[in-house]
């Protein structure tokens, strides 16, 4: 069979990035200035590529960094499964070490393998996991889909990259992101395979 290329990207730069205030799926925020420059700059780059769809989640700053490509013509199905994961009661404020300690706790309990705990109000990796796996089987259901855009959120995509390359969740921030980066996978029917690393190139 022929190799499904899919060309996942995290979405681009919003404001709250910036002050570094936790969005999460409850926090629907748009582009910056920033991020709307980051989304023409991956178009710039990649809008010759042949996309036989584009797959977004259902969060607003994911539609807008491929609305270059949905203005196309290209066809696009949004899915609640790809959303960022849920922190509860977290979103909507600023994280740093000294104002959160449970936070930074959930996360080095998520490091050691402890991936079913959620954030107090929120979701576990494991839950995210969960919704994303029909997504997943989806996509792989259609073949015929060559080549595919995926835009989502950091923390989701490194869940979803996880799953994609066989890695337990546990090892999810060993993908780094950056906003409007680029992974680069190659399905060939049984294995996915990493072509591309938080490319940012074209940004630069």
Same mark, same amino acid.
């Given at each position: 069979?022929?190799?499904?290329?899919?060309?996942?990207?995290?979405?681009?730069?919003?404001?709250?990035?910036?002050?570094?205030?936790?969005?999460?799926?409850?926090?629907? /925020?748009?582009?910056?200035?920033? $991020?709307? !420059?980051?989304? #023409?700059?991956?178009?710039?780059? *990649?809008? =010759? @590529?042949?996309?036989?769809?584009?797959?977004?989640?259902?969060?607003?700053?994911?539609?807008?960094?491929?609305?270059?490509?949905?203005?196309?013509?290209?066809?696009?199905?949004?899915?609640?499964?790809?959303?960022?994961? /849920?922190?509860?009661?977290?979103? $909507?404020? !600023?994280?740093? #070490?000294?104002?959160?300690?449970? *936070?930074? =706790? @959930?996360?080095?309990?998520?490091?050691?393998?402890?991936?079913?705990?959620?954030?107090?109000?929120?979701?576990?990796?494991?839950?995210?996991?969960?919704?994303?796996?029909?997504?997943?089987?989806?996509?792989?259901?259609?073949?015929?889909?060559?080549?595919?855009?995926?835009?989502?959120?950091?923390?989701?995509?490194?869940?979803?990259?996880?799953?994609?390359?066989?890695?337990?969740?546990?090892?999810?921030?060993?993908?780094?992101?950056?906003?409007?980066?680029?992974?680069?996978?190659?399905?060939?029917?049984?294995?996915?395979?990493?072509?591309?690393?938080?490319?940012?190139?074209?940004?630069?």
């Amino acid at each position: 069979m022929s190799v499904k290329k899919i060309y996942l990207i995290r979405h681009g730069q919003t404001d709250l990035n910036v002050r570094g205030i936790v969005q999460g799926s409850g926090v629907d /925020s748009s582009l910056n200035e920033v $991020g709307r !420059r980051q989304a #023409a700059q991956f178009f710039a780059a *990649y809008g =010759h @590529v042949p996309f036989d769809k584009v797959y977004t989640s259902t969060l607003q700053r994911t539609h807008q960094s491929v609305q270059a490509f949905l203005d196309l013509g290209l066809p696009h199905e949004q899915y609640a499964g790809l959303n960022e994961i /849920s922190w509860g009661a977290r979103e $909507g404020t !600023r994280i740093t #070490a000294e104002e959160d300690e449970e *936070y930074h =706790h @959930v996360l080095q309990q998520w490091r050691l393998g402890n991936t079913s705990i959620p954030m107090i109000g929120g979701e576990s990796p494991e839950d995210v996991a969960a919704r994303q796996r029909p997504v997943i089987d989806l996509i792989l259901s259609r073949p015929e889909e060559e080549t595919i855009l995926v835009c989502m959120h950091g923390r989701a995509m490194r869940v979803l990259l996880c799953q994609l390359l066989g890695y337990p969740l546990s090892c999810m921030d060993a993908f780094e992101h950056h906003n409007l980066c680029l992974y680069l996978l190659d399905y060939t029917g049984s294995m996915f395979t990493a072509r591309n690393f938080m490319d940012i190139a074209h940004l630069a």
